[in-house]
């Protein structure tokens, strides 16, 4: 009588053909993703200085006489 050998979760069960077991299976997959992940690197765009002058980024941009700042104090006037 053929002892079988003893199943454990960590390693593949081979019935006829190979099968993955759990770490053989996540070991390929984070493999694939490190690879993955190193090919779109290259893709990235590289980051452009920030256009705005000193004076552009010191104006206004609030107005309250706007319709739209209008608008959002009318709506959210609590009574009182």
Do not use: H
């Not at 069960?13 to 997959?29: A, H, N």
């Not at 993955?36 to 590289?46: G, Y």
């Not at 920030?50 to 309250?64: F, I, V």
């Amino acid at each position: 009588m053929k002892k079988e050998p003893k199943a454990t979760p960590d390693r593949a069960k081979t019935i006829g053909r190979q099968e993955l077991g759990r770490r053989e299976f996540l070991r390929t997959l984070g493999a694939g993703a490190t690879v993955a992940a190193a090919a779109a690197a290259p893709l990235a765009v590289e980051a452009r200085a920030d256009t705005e002058t000193n004076d552009e980024k010191r104006k206004s941009r609030y107005q309250a006489s706007s319709a739209e700042v209008q608008t959002f104090y009318r709506v959210n006037r609590y009574p009182g």
